[in-house]
């Protein structure tokens, strides 16, 4: 008998939540004391990706390595870049061979090249009808989680810790870029 | 028509809005990617660096037997080193009463523990640890040695029974992180009968509260001895505690009793139990396995034969073939180099390899078993190995810390083999999460990450990979300026036509056969070098902006450079020598020891001006040195610190 049924397990995972994120902030000491308080941010993390299909989580770095190339694909796309070089019995494993001469020409015609600043500004525009210069923090979560590929938890969280300004709680979307592409170079 | 205009023109508007989403979905996920690769370059660096410090480590270890077997050689050229070295310390036995002696006075007001402890003692540690105070040496002593009672009668894998309603919480390396330690307790409550931890070795060194942790643990294991389980790392050695900061952290704060407790823990470590199995299932220890792993010796070996795991067991004489009774083994303890009884109190080469082999050893992909040569210990096993050895003895997993992990915790072999790493933040603010599982009989294993900061909340991700990039870069440019004369060496070989610029495959090809990380140089090659606009690498570059500080000005460099490089080494040994903890050793010593270090480790360097060096640099003016002063004198100076000195740490 194997240590627990996959079978099984799956259905306790589509029954339970994926990702449970919360930060805890552990209380001061008693009498005070020099300490400062801690936070953790915590993420109970099912691995679902590997101990199932070892191959989600190897479809997840390819992305990465492909993305940290300079090659910006949707998802859609990346989804059927890895289709394409992905082994006939899903083993969970890309073998190098297969993905370098795939990679090379990727490269090499220039495919799913990275958005120019100023296009990605005009994006924000258009979701900013009204022109005020920002975007309210929900209006940024509803059109990022909600419409197109949609982000995750943790990628919206990602974005509005380095995206938000604390103080109106909202995304100035000039600086943030102008921020993010210094950052880049 | 009123109606299908607004529509039309409604769709029209949400289409713009989907691609204007797209648009942006796209770049961020191309940034974050980004991000994250950097993150991984940085993590690659520190890894990179911190094995190959353990395989310097391993270098110094053979240096030791060298010497060792080297003794009557030795003992006819230079028999006063000798006699100092081999000095056997006769206060050996363990002076049981000793710490009962000692007074705590009425104005220490840190926590008192009252023995028999129970669990209100693990509390007052805890909050007294959050206010940053020391336990006072005497409570400290007497927690080692209940602790050391108990570890005796534990054998050398515990068996623990899971039940649905009693899950175990297994942690990994915690490295002296106490607040880690602080949040596993807070976040997944106090070890209790039914809160029982395996807590999988290297509990000490790096961090700056092994001590901390090392007392919790202990209290902790001596109020519940069935619940809370240690297995041995690879740190629970006083060799590697002398490298990595342990031993520095116990002999700072506990200034009138750090050797004594040095001591003791030393005999500590080797009672601690090799491995945990939970029902009869999974296999929880520190490293990993071989193809020879074989379970069963394991459970028979005495394992506080092995002081640590870096000494392998040698007879003094060597090849000569004598009464078997009369051989006579030579072992370096924290007390110094001294002579056994007999070998009999050693474990044979056979045995000591199982237990090197457990708590060394890598998996990776690669099927089939191969020497650890990242670390120089243990050896990295495949996918093969684990189901080959699990089949053997009937289990499912293997559960194994030892590796540090982005997210803290990684799955491979198929799901066989689990990797768990407890110490978030490990190289810099941000480098890496940590995690902790649950587990219990039929269920799969549940994880659990975080990440620690003492901020009121985490800064961006950008910032933090910038911190920790730039630290990783730091850490590598002063490996690059440790062997600034051989890497310059191997540039000017190749550029025949000495236009001082190389093509960056051969700048890649001599980094790497000089320096030895396995690194992506032509990735990092934009960090470390200037490159001309046709793409070709000016070598010298790295060079400009970051220098060792000379001690004295008319020193030759190469000389400097030498002393800086093996620092970390030189620093071990004077402490070995250095039995009495004095922090001096003669003149004398030193340059016998620097003779032999030479000899041994190949070094060419011209040291004519080693006695100036020392000379001049030696304020007791009494003919002896201040090692560690002497030591912390070589440091590297990057020119646009806004701090004079780097953080180097000497061991």
Same mark, same amino acid.
């Given at each position: 008998m194997l240590y627990w049924d996959p079978k099984a397990d799956a259905v306790f995972r589509k029954n339970k939540e994926k990702e449970d994120h919360c930060t805890t902030e552990m209380p001061r000491p008693e009498g005070g004391g020099s300490i400062a308080f801690l936070c953790a941010r915590f993420s109970r993390r099912d691995p679902d990706h590997s101990f199932q299909s070892p191959g989600a989580q190897t479809k997840r770095e390819i992305g990465t390595i492909i993305r940290s190339l300079g090659c910006c694909p949707s998802e859609g796309e990346l989804h059927d870049l890895i289709a394409e070089v992905e082994e006939e019995e899903p083993t969970g494993y890309i073998r190098f061979e297969k993905f370098l001469p795939v990679m090379t020409e990727v490269l090499l015609e220039r495919r799913y090249r990275p958005i120019p600043e100023d296009i990605l500004h005009r994006a924000f525009e258009v979701l900013d009808p009204a022109k005020r210069g920002f975007l309210s923090k929900e209006e940024l979560i509803k059109y990022m989680t909600e419409v197109g590929e949609r982000f995750s938890q943790e990628e919206m969280e990602e974005m509005l810790s380095a995206a938000i300004d604390p103080e109106s709680n909202s995304i100035h979307y000039k600086d943030y870029i102008t921020m993010m592409v210094v950052d880049e170079n | 028509m009123g109606c299908g205009t607004s529509s039309s023109m409604k769709d029209k508007k949400s289409e713009k809005a989907l691609k204007a989403a797209l648009v942006i979905q796209n770049w961020y996920r191309g940034h974050s990617a980004q991000l994250k690769t950097r993150q991984r370059y940085a993590l690659t660096i520190f890894q990179s660096i911190e094995y190959a410090d353990e395989q310097g480590q391993l270098e110094l270890s053979n240096f030791f037997s060298f010497m060792l077997e080297n003794y009557t050689r030795l003992l006819e050229e230079d028999s006063e080193l000798v006699t100092h070295l081999f000095d056997s310390n006769i206060q050996d036995k363990d002076r049981q009463d000793y710490w009962v002696l000692i007074d705590v006075p009425d104005s220490y007001c840190g926590p008192r523990l009252q023995f028999?402890?129970?669990f209100t003692d693990i509390d007052l540690l805890i909050e007294a640890f959050k206010q940053q105070q020391i336990l006072h040496a005497y409570y400290v002593l007497e927690v080692l040695f209940e602790t050391k009672k108990l570890l005796q009668?534990?054998?050398n894998f515990t068996h623990i029974k899971t039940s649905p309603s009693k899950e175990i919480t297994i942690c990994g390396d915690?490295?002296? *992180?106490l607040d880690d330690l602080f949040l596993i307790y807070y976040k997944n409550g106090l070890p209790s009968v039914s809160n029982p931890y395996v807590f999988n070795g290297d509990f000490v060194d790096r961090g700056k509260n092994s001590m901390e942790i090392l007392m919790i643990l202990f209290v902790s294991f001596l109020v519940y001895p069935n619940d809370l389980h240690l297995n041995r790392g690879n740190h629970e050695d006083f060799m590697m505690n002398m490298r990595y900061g342990f031993t520095n952290e116990v002999l700072h704060k506990y200034k009138l009793h750090g050797k004594k407790i040095l001591q003791v823990l030393e005999d500590i470590y080797t009672w601690l139990p090799i491995g945990t199995i939970i029902d009869n299932e999974i296999l929880v220890i520190h490293g990993g396995i071989s193809e020879s792993t074989d379970l069963n010796l394991l459970h028979r070996i005495?394992?506080? *034969?092995? *002081?640590?795991?870096?000494m392998p067991p040698i007879p003094i004489d060597g090849d000569h073939a004598t009464e078997k009774g009369n051989k006579v083994g030579t072992t370096i303890t924290a007390r110094g180099i001294r002579t056994n009884g007999s070998l009999s109190e050693q474990l044979t080469k056979h045995e000591w390899e199982q237990v090197i082999d457990i708590l060394w050893s890598d998996p990776r992909g690669k099927r089939g078993c191969y020497p650890n040569t990242g670390r120089g210990g243990g050896c990295y096993f495949g996918p093969d190995i684990t189901s080959k050895i699990l089949n053997k003895y009937q289990l499912k997993m293997l559960i194994r810390s030892h590796e540090c992990k982005p997210e803290g915790y990684e799955i491979c072999h198929d799901g066989k083999v689990i990797t768990v790493f407890s110490a978030s933040n490990y190289y810099e603010e941000g480098s890496n999460r940590g995690a902790y599982i649950r587990v219990s009989s039929g269920t799969p294993p549940r994880f659990f990450q975080y990440q620690v900061t003492r901020a009121t909340c985490l800064r961006p991700l950008y910032q933090r990979m910038n911190a920790v990039e730039s630290r990783a870069i730091r850490m590598l440019k002063e490996r690059m300026i440790s062997q600034k004369t051989d890497l310059i060496r191997v540039f000017q070989l190749q550029d025949s036509s000495k236009s001082g610029k190389l093509s960056v495959g051969q700048w890649a090809f001599s980094m790497e056969n000089i320096l030895g990380l396995n690194l992506p140089w032509r990735s990092l090659s934009s960090h470390l070098v200037t490159t001309d606009k046709d793409g070709n690498i000016d070598y010298m570059s790295s060079f400009q902006d970051i220098h060792i500080q000379k001690p004295v000005k008319e020193v030759q460099s190469t000389l400097i450079e030498t002393v800086y490089r093996y620092r970390s080494d030189l620093q071990i040994i004077f402490n070995v020598i250095d039995s009495n903890h004095s922090g001096l050793i003669s003149m004398e010593e030193f340059r016998s020891i620097w003779k032999l270090f030479k000899s041994h480790y190949r070094v060419c360097v011209d040291d004519s001006q080693l006695d100036e060096l020392t000379e001049r640099m030696?304020?007791?003016?009494?003919?002896?040195?201040d090692f560690n002063e002497f030591l912390k004198a070589f440091y590297v100076v990057h020119k646009f610190d806004k701090l004079s000195k780097s953080d180097t740490k000497v061991a």
């Open positions: - | 028999p402890l129970t009668q534990m054998p915690l490295h002296g *992180k005495e394992r506080n *034969k092995l *002081k640590s795991v870096l030696d304020l007791n003016k009494d003919g002896s040195i």
